[in-house]
């Protein structure tokens, strides 16, 4: 599902739309938006910090700053961490945004109102979440001068022989 360079901004827009298209559906259908709590806002959050957090050591490995050592395995777990955040609050933007379209023909209504900053308090969330996710994604990318070119081992003078393409080995 995620390319070789990771996740886009555009597949991120593309989840969003998504998702608050389908939402608002189902919105309509049903007739009604189920009130999300604050809590849930202060759990998005959490998760975003802790998505950018566990994305620092493998930044400053990248950066060669002295720290404790990072494997590799750590390393990728950080990268599909951050992915599945970024998606994830790609999802739930698009999810509290079909919430509030639902939730504006009734503006005049104090208590829709409450509930549309509620929702809003979610979005703002889901799009920290999303930014960590990214953010953490990049921490997690090699630099181009770091990277190891593999070597040609025809051209290496220490390799060994290489079979020729016939399979006879003479």
Known sequence: MVAAGGVRLRLLLGITVTV???????????????????????????????????????????????????????????????????????????WYAAQALQLVPDLDIDSQ?????????????????????????ANCRINPEDRIQPRDSMDAPDAPDAPDATGSGD
């Open 20 to 94: 608050a298209v389908l939402g608002r559906v189902v919105f309509r259908v049903i007739g009604g938006v189920a009130t999300p709590g604050w809590p849930a806002i202060v759990l998005v959050v959490a998760m975003a910090i802790g998505v950018f957090i566990a994305g620092l050591p493998v930044r400053r490995l990248r950066d060669h700053r002295p720290g404790r050592p990072v494997s590799a395995l750590y390393a990728a777990r950080a990268l599909v961490l951050a992915q599945a955040a970024a998606l994830t609050g790609a999802g739930l933007l698009g």
């Open 113 to 137: 109102r409450a509930r549309l900053w509620l929702v809003g308090g979610h979005a703002i969330a889901a799009v920290l979440l999303v930014v960590s996710g990214m953010r953490t994604q």
